[in-house]
Antibody, heavy 117, light 107 residues
Framework: EVQLVESGGGLVQPGASLKLSCVASGFTFSDYWMSWVRQTPGKTMEWIGDIKYDGSYTNYAPSLKNRFTISRDNAKSTLYLQMSNVRSEDTATYYC??????????WGQGVMVTVSS | DIQMTQSPASLSASLGETVTIECRASEDIYSNLAWYQQKPGNSPQLLIYDANSLADGVPSRFSGSGSGTQYSLKINSLQSEDVASYFCQQYNNYPYTFGAGTKLELK
């Protein structure tokens, strides 16, 4: 059974940094591109970016690429999202997802990030 | 970025009814479109990919169609378990983009 389990969320102050993790199981992690997607409190979905199966290439939403970095450790079957200089508009539920060339076929349960002083 | 315009924003329908949700892309996305269902309190789940292919385990009352810039999701014979929000997403171009969602409720 495919499982994606995110962690690392919580309350963070504006301007701070935060690193989210996603541990994958039930499939060969190193065979798949992986994405991060976030959903705002108003339910808007925003794709953050993705990373190639070997970690050699990343794509980002232009509005986020200067502050967010996606990485992976295939030995640990773990995906990461490094968030820096966070703002109130980064408050959202963050999902780790698996890509299969035709959509995002598995999603984690999500982790909440609240940016507030 | 490709803009995805989804309609309606909300929808109220009766059990057994057929409902249709539309998604329009700002440019041709060559059927590189997915639909997701998100039940209250849950993560989204893939329903349809490549505009008209049913994901594993999805009931046959769900169907997708369209091409070019216009796509639709149809639910035949609405069931109570279909109460959810539905999102379209294009994966033809980076950055991937989503529609604003449709909240489906029972009348």
């Amino acid at each position: 059974e495919v499982q994606l389990v995110e962690s690392g969320g919580g309350l963070v102050q504006p301007g701070a940094s935060l690193k989210l993790s996603c541990v994958a199981s039930g499939f060969t992690f190193s065979d798949y591109w992986m994405s991060w997607v976030r959903q705002t409190p108003g339910k808007t979905m925003e794709w953050i970016g993705d990373i190639k199966y070997d970690g050699s290439y990343t794509n980002y939403a232009p509005s986020l690429k200067n502050r967010f970095t996606i990485s992976r450790d295939n030995a640990k079957s773990t995906l990461y999202l490094q968030m820096s200089n966070v703002r109130s508009e980064d408050t959202a539920t963050y999902y780790c997802t698996r890509e299969n060339y035709s959509g995002l076929d598995y999603w984690g349960q999500g982790v909440m990030v609240t940016v507030s002083s | 970025d490709i803009q995805m315009t989804q309609s309606p924003a909300s929808l109220s329908a009766s059990l057994g009814e057929t409902v249709t949700i539309e998604c329009r892309a700002s440019e041709d996305i060559y059927s590189n479109l997915a639909w997701y269902q998100q039940k209250p309190g849950n993560s989204p789940q893939l329903l349809i990919y490549d505009a008209n292919s049913l994901a594993d385990g999805v009931p046959s009352r769900f169907s997708g169609s369209g091409s070019g810039t216009q796509y639709s999701l149809k639910i035949n014979s609405l069931q109570s378990e279909d109460v959810a929000s539905y999102f379209c997403q294009q994966y033809n171009n980076y950055p991937y983009t989503f529609g604003a969602g449709t909240k489906l409720e029972l009348k």
